[in-house]
């Protein structure tokens, strides 16, 4: 069984930076993409970064570029999301999800639709 988990929310002030890390457990010897999405109080699920299998491709967006990088960590199947310069519009839940591609590829996946596992969640407060 698959099961992604997060790590690394709490609370920031603004200007400050945070860094959330996913791992995958179970089928590890899979590929997969893997992307961050969140969701704020009272409004839709939004993409915020996915990075390709072989963590050659990424792709942010336009409200974090600049401040957010995704990378893939030492492990295989690790997914960083280093944010930096964050305000209080980035307060949300922040969800790591993950799907298995084939070994190699540069497939980025924007939409959560896309996604078959997803974490937990893991609360990011940004204060004024």
């Known amino acids: 069984q698959v099961q992604l988990v997060e790590s690394g929310g709490g609370l920031a002030q603004t200007g400050a930076s945070l860094r959330l890390s996913c791992a995958v457990s179970?089928?590890?010897?899979?590929?997969?993409?893997m992307g961050w999405f969140r969701q704020a109080p009272g409004k839709e699920r939004e993409f915020v970064a996915t990075?390709?299998?072989?963590?050659?491709?990424?792709y942010l967006a336009d409200s974090v570029k600049g401040r957010f990088t995704i990378s893939r960590g030492n492990a295989k199947n690790t997914a960083i999301l280093q944010m930096n310069s964050l305000k209080p519009e980035d307060t949300a839940v922040y969800y790591c999800?993950?799907?298995?591609?084939?070994?190699?590829?540069?497939?980025?996946?924007?939409?959560?639709?896309?996604?078959?596992?997803w974490g937990q969640g893991t609360q990011v407060t940004v204060s004024s």
């Open positions: 999800a993950g799907k298995i591609v084939p070994d190699g590829s540069d497939y980025v996946m924007r939409l959560g639709v896309e996604y078959d596992y």
């Open positions: 179970g089928r590890t010897f899979s590929t997969y993409v």
């Open positions: 990075i390709s299998g072989s963590g050659g491709r990424t």
